[in-house]
């Protein structure tokens, strides 16, 4: 599929068929793709928890939507239907320490020198990968959020350790006919309306 092809059909699928499970191999490839995510200093720091028998997936419902009225809400019963959930982490330490290291210098592991949360934009990044891999190989997948108050449940129930946090969650499988999310009745901006040319402010 052409690239552009696969960006533009690229959306958040909320229900999946039963009947269609995803290879190993097509598992694989997506976790091949995440991993040639950009990273600075090349630290690499994430880490995928990989979900794909029904035991493991009931656990992590179980553990990430404890109330079972909000396992009965339409949109978590469609993404609880996906054959393969994918948790990426982030592992802010392992940054702290390659910028440490002596090509790079942060020898004080000082916080306050990132502009921004590199470990979390770059794991975003290789989810990134993986839900444009799985609309190229013909596959539907939605990143969504781990509720704060349930992500200590989510690592006791899988021994997660405490320096990988997790950014969210992946649901991969076949699309089944689902509801578009109402957000977007708010419609996609134009290129027009978020690029500035040499100055914000001077229309692209």
Not at 90 to 101: F, G, I, P, S, V
Request: glycine share 6%; hydrophobic share 45%.
């Amino acid at each position: 599929m052409d690239f552009a092809d696969v960006v533009r059909r690229r959306r958040m699928v909320r229900n999946y068929d039963l009947d269609w499970p995803v290879s190993p191999e097509l598992v694989d490839r997506l976790l091949e793709l995440a991993v040639q995510a950009p990273s600075a200093g090349f630290s690499q720091g994430w880490g995928f928890l990989v979900l794909t028998s029904a035991e493991d997936r009931a656990r992590f419902w179980a553990a990430t939507t404890p109330e079972a009225a909000d396992r009965e809400s339409p949109w978590i019963m469609g993404l609880m239907r996906a054959p393969v959930i994918v948790v990426p982490h982030a592992n802010k330490q392992a940054y702290l320490d390659r910028y440490a290291e002596v090509d790079k210098g942060w020898t004080d592991r000082d916080e306050s020198r990132w502009s921004a949360p590199y470990w979390d934009i770059d794991t975003g990044f290789a989810s990134l990968l993986m839900l444009l891999g799985a609309v190229d190989a013909g596959l539907a997948a939605c990143f969504f959020g781990i509720p704060p108050e349930c992500v200590a449940t989510y690592r006791a129930a899988f021994d997660v350790p405490a320096a990988f946090t997790p950014i969210g969650a992946i649901s991969i499988g076949y699309r089944a006919p689902d509801r578009p999310s109402p957000s977007l009745k708010r419609g996609r901006r134009q290129v027009s309306e978020v690029a500035h040319r040499g100055r914000w402010g001077v229309p692209y």
